[in-house]
């Protein structure tokens, strides 16, 4: 059996789900981290590796997951930046004083701005601008190569071909070369295989994949519903709710926060409105929209009509979509039509709470299936 490795950086939290192809759940782990992802301008981005291959191997260790069957890696990663000098290290955070930033000005995109307008002798030793999964995947493949999420949330996409294309103009305005910013990959492109190194660490197929990925918002996005045009997704996060959905390429009026890449490289998803109807508070859900969320309180009641509301295939869980994108980069999944309507199939709520009743009436089981 071949299996799919997903691994999500968001909140506090590293994540990692195996799966095989059918989209089944083999393992999931989770570890804390100290420093929250949003704040990634407070922590050494070797640590983040360092935490992340922590908890591979803890999940091989305990025999989780099968070495041998592993075919691919997916990740998804909160919004980053990661300035790389000419011996390939990345910049410490201290050193540019990262620590002393204003927390309402850690945008990715403003940090490196006001960073090169404060340390422009940086410009003459940077190698490359990474984000953090491009800084991991590189650890681990040896791959210089970022995504279109990257290119579009430090706002230095080509507004001619948004996500696709680094923008020249804007490039030269900030004193950057077209060389010190990573070759773009649109969608879960396969990036780089393991380093010999890891390898022999973890017992990792040679030839194993990593590939490229997206935000965590952007990967529930979509694996939560269909992208059909005008497709509606309601995400419920801890400090409301959110309607986005399914469209075209932005507009050069539209804002970076108001518009999302899709991971997968062919549509965009548009907020629509903010602090939406939320079901969680007893409201009305929206018609003809699909409602996911990474958690849900345990003690939540649903005041609401749960044989209406749909919720997509992950709500309430970690999400699959990093290690289904992976397959997608292998070549796996050529036809995608059965990604929604068969192997994540939205549900209505009551769906959901009856399958939740189930799994917690069920007899032990070993919660950690050897792939």
């Not at 590293?14 to 570890?31: C, F, H, M």
């Not at 960073?115 to 995947?137: E, K, M, N």
Request: a negative charge; proline letters at 8%; hydrophobic letters at 40%.
């Amino acid at each position: 059996m071949s299996v799919l490795l997903g691994i999500e950086l968001q909140g506090s939290t590293v994540s990692l789900l195996a799966v095989d192809r059918k989209g089944t759940v083999l393992a999931q782990l989770q570890e804390p981290v100290s420093v929250p992802f949003q704040q990634w301008w407070g922590i050494h981005p070797d640590e983040r590796v360092r935490s992340v291959r922590a908890l591979l191997q803890h999940a091989l260790q305990e025999g989780m997951i099968r070495p041998a069957a592993v075919a691919a890696i997916g990740i998804s990663c909160e919004s980053s930046l990661v300035l790389v000098d000419a011996e390939m290290e990345p910049i410490p955070p201290r050193a540019l004083n990262w620590q002393e930033l204003d927390p309402v000005a850690t945008l990715p995109r403003q940090v490196l701005r006001s960073t090169l307008a404060s340390y422009p002798s940086i410009l003459r030793g940077l190698h490359c601008v990474f984000d953090l999964q491009d800084w991991l995947r590189y650890r681990w493949t040896g791959a210089v190569a970022t995504t279109t999420a990257f290119a579009w949330n430090i706002g230095l996409s080509s507004s001619r071909s948004p996500g696709q294309r680094w923008d020249a103009e804007e490039l030269q305005q900030l004193g950057l070369e077209s060389g010190q910013v990573p070759p773009l990959m649109p969608g879960p492109h396969k990036i780089g295989t393991l380093a010999e190194e890891l390898v022999r660490e973890t017992g990792l197929p040679r030839g194993t994949w990593f590939c490229g990925g997206g935000t965590p918002q952007a990967a529930r996005l979509w694996l939560a519903a269909e992208p059909r045009p005008g497709q509606g997704i309601v995400l419920l996060e801890p400090d409301g709710a959110t309607l986005w959905r399914v469209g075209g390429e932005p507009k050069s009026t539209d804002s970076i926060e108001d518009v999302i890449p899709s991971p997968y490289g062919d549509h965009w998803y548009h907020r629509e409105a903010v602090e939406v109807a939320d079901p969680r508070r007893g409201d009305t859900p929206i018609a003809d929209v699909v409602h996911d969320a990474t958690s849900i309180d345990s003690e939540q009641s649903w005041s609401v009509d749960r044989e209406s509301m749909v919720v997509s295939a992950d709500f309430g869980a970690p999400s699959r979509a990093p290690a289904l994108l992976a397959g997608v980069g292998l070549g796996w999944y050529r036809d995608l039509r059965p990604m929604w309507r068969k192997r994540c199939r939205c549900g209505s709520l009551q769906q959901w709470i009856d399958q939740s009743i189930h799994d917690e009436g069920s007899p032990d089981v070993e919660t950690r299936e050897q792939t």
